[in-house]
């Protein structure tokens, strides 16, 4: 019975080390990190140096390093003021007890450096992506976590998200950092460029300079009902949308019919 | 005893292979298919440990499955989605998540061990199993998603939906996540497993419950 050997202090926890991800442009590297699991199962682990801060949606961790410190903090975005506190709090308190995402974050914090790992609930994909100063559109439970000068603020989507089941509130990120966002399913990427149209209930995110509008897939209203392809959301302008292979209204409506 | 494990790492699926007369302790419900020669047998191993197993979150009974006149397969898998892992016994032995065993070799000592009062009560099922063996033999777990070994060298924090199994060299105890009480319900970390020592862990990269949770609220009532 041979014990195997353990990692020695200073050898690097749990797999290898994280390649950098390659940058295009000239700015601040990315945060060492590394997204293993994938497609299915992904989960996330960022290696932190000390000083960085790593913010997670609330109740993602799976695990950390003990030396990490964390700090629940509501996420009302940066110098918010008082009402936007108050808005963040009776959203935070309302989403707590219905569902969804819960606004809440932990901050992540290491003297010495340390890693943690997070995992979204449901199966899917993680994705990262480098802000450089652009702002990004999460669709509600898409956002996982954040490191760097990034400012989250809620934005009420109004009728239109109500009716494309997107959930009243989106998440706009902004500024410079990297940003991790995870979907139910695989991670398709679209450069729009003109126009384009995508399910709504497959939007995972979307640059912040395209603009949108709902409609019917087409043929009207018998289309709709026909088509069970529901309301969609055409996209315009230029930039990127970010699909998830899969549905979750989709499979619960599954779900809910084999119940009966 | 021989283990491959096919389908990894989404719909994992162990196939046993023994020698004529060499048993492999399985899960109940655990088995997919075997060759005709293989005989069941059914234990509780008697009411008390087969009750305690049960409060240890599976089921009552383990079956034995051993090849007559002839060598043998067995077809194991777990009910959800997501990979399996072998652990070599060591002298130390490993604990194990009780929702995470699938199988073991006749050699080995599968007991229920308390997660405590707060394992208890927190739905988590912080239930252990302890595993242990005289001589070489093999532990099969499955985890939800992919199944991740970590080396701990000191202190580390996990969540206790995400334990699968780690070396008995490590000192373990549940509490609570965050500083209060408050801050815990606001993190949504819930109970966490804090290990110190030397050793490894394996984690399971999604939290089974997490996962009935949020699905299940999404479903209507009845």
Same mark, same amino acid.
């Given at each position: 019975m041979q014990q195997q050997p353990y990692a020695q202090p200073g050898q690097h926890y749990g797999g290898p080390p994280a390649p950098m991800v390659q940058q295009q442009y000239a700015a601040p590297a990315?945060?060492?990190?590394?997204?293993?699991?994938?497609?299915s199962f992904a989960m996330l682990r960022v290696d932190l140096q000390p000083g960085q801060v790593f913010v997670a949606e609330a109740g993602s961790m799976v695990a950390r390093h003990h030396h990490v410190g964390m700090e629940v903090k509501m996420n009302a975005g940066r110098a918010a003021g008082f009402f936007a506190m108050l808005k963040a709090l009776i959203i935070a308190v309302l989403r707590k007890f219905v569902g969804g995402e819960t606004f809440f974050v932990n901050h992540f914090s290491a003297p010495q450096p340390g890693s943690v790992w997070v995992a979204p609930s449901l199966t899917g994909q993680i994705h990262h992506r480098r802000l450089n100063g652009e702002s990004l559109v999460l669709s509600t439970g898409a956002y996982v976590? *954040?490191?760097?000068?990034?400012?989250? %603020?809620?934005?009420?989507?109004?009728?239109?998200?109500?009716?494309? %089941?997107?959930?009243?509130?989106?998440?706009?990120?902004?500024? *410079?950092?990297?940003?991790?966002?995870?979907?139910?399913?695989?991670? *398709?990427?679209?450069?729009?460029?003109?126009?384009?149209?995508?399910?709504?209930?497959?939007?995972?995110?979307?640059?912040?300079?395209?603009?949108?509008?709902?409609?019917?897939?087409?043929g009207g209203l018998m289309g709709m009902v026909a088509s069970g392809e529901g309301l969609v959301c055409e996209f315009r302008g230029q930039g990127r949308v970010y699909i998830q292979s899969r549905n979750l209204s989709a499979l619960v409506q599954w779900l809910t019919g084999m119940m009966h | 005893m021989q283990i491959d494990i096919a389908y990894r790492p989404a719909h994992?699926?162990?196939?046993?292979? =023994?020698?004529?007369? +060499?048993?492999?302790?399985?899960?109940?419900?655990?088995?997919?298919?075997?060759?005709?020669?293989?005989?069941?047998?059914?234990?509780?191993?008697?009411?008390?440990?087969?009750?305690?197993?049960?409060?240890?979150?599976?089921?009552?009974?383990?079956?034995?499955?051993?090849?007559?006149?002839?060598?043998?397969?067995?077809? =194991?898998?777990?009910a959800l989605c997501g990979d399996m892992a072998i652990l070599e016994m060591t002298q130390y032995g490993y604990f194990i998540q009780s929702g995470a065993f699938i199988a073991s070799s006749a050699g080995v000592n599968v007991e229920t061990s308390s997660g405590g009062l707060r394992g208890f009560f927190s739905g988590a099922g912080v239930f252990v199993l302890k595993a242990t063996a005289q001589a070489p033999g093999q532990v099969l777990v499955g985890g939800f998603g992919g199944?991740? +070994?970590?080396?701990?060298?000191?202190?580390?924090?996990?969540?206790?939906?995400?334990?699968?199994?780690?070396?008995?060299?490590?000192?373990?105890?549940?509490?609570?996540?965050?500083?209060?009480?408050?801050?815990?319900?606001?993190?949504?970390?819930?109970?966490?497993?804090?290990?110190?020592?030397?050793?490894?862990?394996?984690?399971?990269?999604?939290?089974?419950?997490?996962?009935?949770?949020?699905?299940?609220?999404? =479903?209507?009532?009845?």
């Open positions: 990315s945060v060492a990190h590394e997204i293993t699991h994938g497609p976590g *954040h490191v760097g000068d990034v400012d989250l %603020k809620l934005k009420f989507g109004g009728l239109k998200a109500l009716l494309a %089941k997107e959930g009243a509130f989106f998440l706009v990120a902004t500024g *410079h950092g990297d940003l991790w966002f995870n979907s139910y399913g695989g991670i *398709h990427a679209v450069d729009v460029n003109g126009s384009y149209i995508v399910d709504n209930g497959h939007l995972v995110g979307y640059e912040g300079n395209l603009d949108f509008n709902i409609r019917t897939a087409g | 994992s699926l162990a196939r046993v292979s =023994l020698q004529p007369g +060499e048993p492999v302790v399985a899960e109940a419900g655990a088995m997919v298919g075997m060759s005709t020669n293989v005989q069941m047998q059914t234990q509780s191993g008697g009411m008390m440990s087969g009750l305690k197993r049960m409060f240890g979150g599976e089921s009552f009974f383990r079956n034995t499955f051993t090849p007559q006149g002839g060598p043998g397969e067995v077809l =194991l898998a777990h199944i991740q +070994e970590l080396v701990c060298d000191g202190n580390m924090v996990i969540d206790t939906g995400h334990l699968v199994a780690w070396d008995a060299t490590l000192q373990y105890s549940v509490t609570k996540s965050g500083a209060g009480w408050i801050a815990s319900f606001l993190s949504g970390e819930g109970l966490v497993c804090h290990f110190q020592g030397q050793g490894r862990i394996w984690i399971q990269t999604r939290n089974p419950i997490e996962y009935g949770r949020t699905v299940g609220a999404m =479903l209507p009532p009845g």
